[in-house]
């Protein structure tokens, strides 16, 4: 008959070489917001509108629609994943939406996937 021991795995436990007192897993709001973030930045379409924006500075809504060819409710859809993100700043202005990259925001996401590597 085979005996197994059971032993305590602490967080100073080396399995596989690896000391895992050196391994962060804890879940920090950054994180989370740059989760969130990366989400937004997962479609094609957010990822044009964004480059749109970057490229004049400052976009009406009104040209972003003709443009990408797409109703005005789903370039409404898009800009909000990406205001609720903090890459877009929007002003309203008459009767028409201004929106601005907000690059500290996207700036501070690719910060995060520097910290990661």
């Known amino acids: 008959m085979m005996e197994t021991e059971l032993r305590e795995i602490t967080s100073a ?4 070489g690896i000391k895992m007192d050196h391994v962060h897993s804890e879940v920090s709001e ?8 990366f989400k ?10 964004l480059k749109a924006i970057s490229s004049t500075g400052e976009l009406c809504e009104c040209n972003i629609v003709p443009t990408f060819g797409l109703s005005q409710p789903t370039i409404s859809y898009h800009l909000k994943i990406l205001r609720e993100a903090g890459l877009v700043r929007s ?14 925001a996207l700036l501070s996401v690719v910060r995060e996937l520097t910290d990661i590597a």
């Open 13 to 16: 436990s080396i399995c596989c």
């Open 30 to 37: 950054e994180l989370t917001a740059a989760a969130a973030t």
């Open 91 to 104: 002003e309203r202005r008459g009767q028409w939406v201004y929106h601005q990259l907000n690059e500290k």
């Open 40 to 49: 937004a930045l997962s479609d094609p379409t957010r990822l044009r509108i």
